[in-house]
């Protein structure tokens, strides 16, 4: 199979070719860094991706907070991992990088909060 990917490894987004039989890369083509050929490769056996969301926040200044993985997460969990964080409610305060949930479905990574908020007056 063949498969054209435009690569967000690096500012540059080269049009990068991949030619590949199931999850085994035959070829790379048209990346012009070493990062690229990395993301091509992994989006190909095993795409990966960061998930940011917001949850709410009882008691808080404002009423929500941003949330994001640690880390990326296999592509296949992202809707196991939304579903998680749509039950979730947090109260205020909430301190940038804490655990929001711990090893959310099962992916070993958890979603930290990137945002500090605090009580409300």
């Known amino acids: 199979m063949e498969r054209d990917i435009i690569c967000i490894g690096c500012p540059k987004g080269c049009n990068v070719h991949v030619e590949f039989e199931g999850d085994k890369v035959l070829s790379i083509t048209g990346n012009t860094c070493k990062r690229g050929e990395d993301y091509v ?4 056996t095993n795409p990966m991706r960061m998930v ?8 808080g200044k404002i009423a929500a907070v941003s949330v994001r993985t ?5 592509k ?4 196991d991992v939304t579903r998680e964080l749509a039950k979730v409610k947090v109260n205020a305060p909430v ?3 804490s655990v929001i949930i711990k090893n959310v479905a099962d992916t070993g990574v958890d ?3 990137t945002k500090s908020v605090t009580e409300a007056e």
Not at 41 to 44: L, P, S, V, Y
Not at 70 to 74: G, T
């Open 76 to 79: 296949s969990k992202i809707f």
């Open 70 to 74: 640690r880390s990326d997460i296999p």
């Open 95 to 97: 301190e940038i990088g």
């Open 52 to 59: 940011t969301s917001i949850v709410p926040v009882v008691g």
């Open 111 to 113: 979603i930290i909060a």
């Open 41 to 44: 490769r992994n989006e190909i």
